[in-house]
């Protein structure tokens, strides 16, 4: 795994020493010597992690770490803080000002290496799906999930620690309950099913378990797809370097050295949380975009692109099963006169209204879609004619005998509806060719006086 790192220190010499130790593992580093060079690299969008010293003249590290995390070109970057750090106020500052981690002088390589890599991993998981976010952002109006990435603050998760050793866990749990909502669990096995049936933002695993490996735990969770996003922390003996290395392997997140440091403990578990639900809004971001994409805005049915690419999947499957499809366009008469007469928002008005008799009297298994303008689709699966010509009738009578309130519901106005039939001949297989056959049933009912089904025969 490669990155681009920007090591940001004012003294030469800690640069130079971040830098050796940084390409002898095959980053790509880039320096600045000052918070301005930073932040200007930084904007050039070059960079994907940052390593920032925090005592520096002029700008120091926490203000430069502020204005990283407050501007939305720059908010995403991975910020790890190195310093002593050894009073809880300046870790408390570092926090406030947004850093992601911390390392501290004199820098174990060990320590260096895995929270680089840890958080390289998490910016490219998460970097294809932002740029689509905000892509959709951009172009659906969908609200971008990073601006609220910006404000999220990583408290009020729901953690679970799984360690047998009492007086470390009274600890652990202590510092955590004061800013979320902890879990504990002694046992590995019971441990797996908690975690795999609740909701949980964070695991912190002892890899000093009694009697079990909890590497093997963590393996089990990554390999559960429940739990293969969950962040894992594990907590480890300052000997035992080689099976961090080794958990990092296995996608834990981050690790903490015995003894926990109180104030380590809250900003590893709350930058864990925070990412969490970045990575949960991007995902949310992405299932909407793809909803949208297939949904009609106004009517909230199915679009055209979904009811193709889906008809042609439920063709093939009812032909595999020697079952039939009866395909129904739908179109309302006179559609024109009530956009003419009554302006374009009551025709809005008419064609959600539309939408939603359609709904109620489909089945579940019924595919639903707004063809265009005033045109719908539905399409019925194992359903021979006589059935369907009974359930299209009865969508013409919902369509006929009640009227369409517009205006907001100050006018009342009488529509009916045409709609043309076909089934799938036991030959049939492209989907232009029935919709085509029901097409010309529908013009059969148009021209025949409307508010007609009319069935076009295989």
């Known amino acids: 795994m490669t990155a681009r790192v920007l090591v940001v220190d004012d003294i030469f010499a800690n640069v130079k020493l971040l830098e050796t130790r940084l390409t002898a593992e095959y980053f790509e580093v880039l320096t600045a010597m000052n918070g301005p060079d930073a932040l200007a690299l930084c904007e050039r969008g070059d960079i994907d992690i940052v390593l920032l010293d925090v005592m520096m003249p002029g700008m120091d590290g926490f203000e430069v770490c502020r204005r990283l995390k407050a501007s939305p070109t720059t908010a995403h970057l991975p910020v790890i803080m190195v310093t002593a750090l050894d009073q809880p106020s300046d870790r408390l500052k570092g926090l406030e000002a947004g850093a992601d981690d911390f390392v501290t002088k004199p820098i174990r390589e060990v320590a260096l290496l895995t929270r680089v890599r840890s958080l390289v991993r998490i910016k490219m998981m998460t970097d294809e799906l932002r740029a689509r976010a905000q892509a959709t952002s951009r172009t659906l109006g969908i609200r971008d999930p990073f601006i609220e990435a910006i404000s999220e603050p990583g408290q009020n998760g729901r953690v679970m620690i799984v360690e047998d050793r009492a007086a470390a866990l009274e600890r652990m749990q202590g510092a955590l309950s004061q800013h979320h909502t902890v879990e504990t669990e002694s046992d590995p096995q019971a441990a797996l099913l908690r975690i795999a049936e609740g909701n949980f933002d964070c695991a912190l695993i002892s890899l000093g378990l009694k009697d079990f490996d909890g590497l093997r735990l963590c393996s089990q969770l990554r390999s559960m797809e429940r739990t293969r996003h969950l962040p894992l922390v594990v907590i480890s003996d300052a000997d035992s370097d080689a099976k961090v290395l080794r958990g990092l392997d296995l996608g834990v997140n981050d690790y903490l050295m015995r003894p926990t440091d109180r104030n380590e403990l809250l900003a590893r578990v709350r930058t864990q949380v925070k990412n969490r639900r970045y990575a949960e809004r991007l995902r949310d971001n992405l299932q909407a975009s793809m909803e949208l994409a297939i949904t009609d805005p106004l009517t909230g049915l199915h679009n055209r692109r979904y009811m193709q690419s889906h008809l042609a999947a439920l063709i093939g499957e009812r032909q595999a099963r020697g079952k039939g499809v009866t395909l129904c366009i739908l179109d309302i008469d006179h559609f024109k ?68 309130a517009i205006h907001s519901g100050t006018r009342t106005i009488n529509l009916t509806c045409s709609i043309g039939m076909a089934g799938l001949a036991p030959d049939e297989s492209a989907i232009d060719t029935l919709l085509k056959r029901a097409d010309e049933a529908l013009y059969q009912a148009k021209r025949a006086g409307r508010n007609k089904v009319v069935a076009n025969a295989a």
Do not use: C, Q, W
């Open 337 to 404: 006169a009530v956009n003419d007469s009554y302006g374009h928002d009551a025709g809005d008005e008419v064609l959600r209204e539309f939408a939603n008799r359609l709904r109620k009297h489909v089945r579940g298994v019924d595919l639903l879609a707004r063809f265009g303008g005033e045109e719908f689709v539905v399409a019925m699966p194992d359903t021979d004619s006589v059935v369907a010509f009974h359930a299209a009738e009865r969508i013409r009578r919902a369509i006929e005998n009640d009227g369409f």
